[in-house]
Structures are given as C-alpha cells and as structure tokens.
C-alpha cells in the first residue's frame, strides 16, 4: 500500500535576496489551495540570507509552506568562518536539509564521508535531511549508474539506524539533467528509484517503505506527472522551474 505523501522541495540555488524571497513565498501560497497542501507536502528551500524572512512570513501568514535549507556543517557550533550549523536552522524552524547536493559534491568537494556528518547532523536536530545521489554524463556512459547511486546511498546512510533512516528523503538527481533541460526517461528515474528503495530495504528492512523518494533534474510543469506516475517515486526536487512562484505551483499541481 502506497501511504506515501507527496514531497516537493523547490531549491532556490544561490537566487533570491530576502525581499524576493517573501514575494515568492506569499505569491506561491496565493496559488496554492488547501487541498494541494492535504495532498503534497510542499517546501521552499532558499538561500541562507533569505531563511529568517521566510520563516517570518510563513508564521505570521501561517502558510503551511515548509522551509528547507540547502546545506549545513557537521559540528554544532565552532571555528568554522562562513558556516552554518543545525542548531542554527532548526531554530529558524527549517525542517528539510537538502545533503550532498552535485553542485555541493562537484564544486565544493564533498565526499560520502562529509555527506554522512551533514545527514546527523540534521537528524540530531530533529530536521529531515533530503539526501542527494546521481550519476554524472561519464559515470552513465560507462554504465555505472547503479553502482555510483547504490555507494552514494548506502555510504550517505552509513551508521544512521532505521528509525532515523525513515525521516530522511532520497533525491534521484542525475547530474547530466540538472539545469539542462535534457529531464531522465521517467521510466529509468523510477527504475532507479526502485533499486535505492531495494538498497535501504536491504539495510533497514520495512522502514524503506516509508521513506519518500524524489526525482530532480529539469523537472516542469509538463513532465512532472510522468515522474509522479511511478511507483517508487514520490515527488521532486525542482530547480530552475521553483523560482517562478506561478510555474513552481503548476508543478505542485500536477495531479489536478
Ligand atoms: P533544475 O530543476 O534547474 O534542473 O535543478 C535541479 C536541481 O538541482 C534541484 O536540486
């Protein structure tokens, strides 16, 4: 029985000042209706800079809008310049961490290793971390895009036991789809989604069966309802097209 509740996350990336980010949240949420939020859980994901005024927004306008944050150290607290810690997140009611994002993996050097401290941190501060795997053009002409996904996960989980395994969401992201316009095949998304599900059974047992996984990777309006028919995925991670709050609601909309 599938009891999974739609999840998507619409990643900001490095756009939107504080100001814009209040803009597009209030615009979404004119867009959305009660029955798309009964039915899809919806988070926004901006930078770092706009987290305050969103959460602001979203309390006083009690939006039932959830707010993400696209990274986070490992340690609580310390000599880290330039880094943002758990605490500090949930304290601003974040509750999805994206992890291990390819941007994150590819242009700021971050291994499994890393990944795996980011991903308890969030869980021991009771936020749900959206753990990120994909292959890259190469990895996928080679054919190793099962073994990069399945080492991605099971090394990304690493040490992390079943109850808290089941807060946490996968997202499919190939690298090769990512703000390119070029979205996977919707049937090997879900085919990849269906081998993570099988690794996390392999590890975790049942609980599997709870955790939501997403595809990401030029989603749109227009494909989205192809990757939502598949059975082992349950929402998306968007990019580009979360930016335009009236674009960014007809992709949680995509099952009216
Ligand atoms: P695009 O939707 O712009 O391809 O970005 C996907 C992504 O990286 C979301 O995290």
Redesign the pocket.
């Given at each position: 029985m599938d009891e999974r509740r739609d999840l998507i996350?619409g990643?900001w990336?490095m756009h939107a000042t504080h100001l814009e980010a209040i803009q597009k949240i209030q615009k979404l949420s004119y867009r959305l209706r009660p029955e798309d939020f009964e039915r899809v859980e919806v988070v926004v994901a901006p930078p770092f800079t706009a987290l305050r005024a969103a959460q602001l927004v979203i309390e006083t306008d009690h939006l039932p809008i959830r707010l993400g944050a696209q990274n986070v150290h490992w340690e609580d607290q310390g000599a880290f310049t330039g880094e943002v810690s758990a605490p500090m997140l949930a304290k601003l009611a974040v509750t999805h961490v994206?992890v291990g994002?390819?941007?994150r993996r590819t242009l700021f050097a971050e291994t499994d290793t890393i990944v795996n401290r980011k991903l308890k941190a969030v869980i021991r501060h009771g936020m749900r971390p959206i753990l990120?795997v994909g292959e890259t053009l190469e990895e996928r002409e080679v054919g190793s895009t099962e073994e990069v996904v399945v080492r991605m996960v099971r090394d990304g989980l690493a040490g992390i036991p079943p109850e808290a395994v089941a807060a946490t969401a996968i997202?499919y992201?190939p690298v090769w789809?990512?703000?390119?316009?070029h979205?996977a095949d919707p049937d090997d998304a879900g085919a990849v989604a269906e081998l993570i599900r099988g690794t996390i059974r392999a590890r975790v047992g049942e609980v599997a069966d709870q955790i939501r996984i997403l595809y990401?990777?030029?989603?749109?309006p227009g494909n989205i309802k192809g990757f939502m028919a598949k059975r082992h995925i349950d929402g998306a991670?968007?990019?580009?097209?979360?930016l335009d709050p009236d674009t960014f609601a007809a992709v949680v909309r995509y099952w009216v």
């Open positions: 996350v990643n990336k994206i994002h390819s941007e990120c997202a992201e789809a990512i703000g390119t316009g979205h990401g990777g030029s989603v749109n991670l968007v990019g580009g097209a979360s």
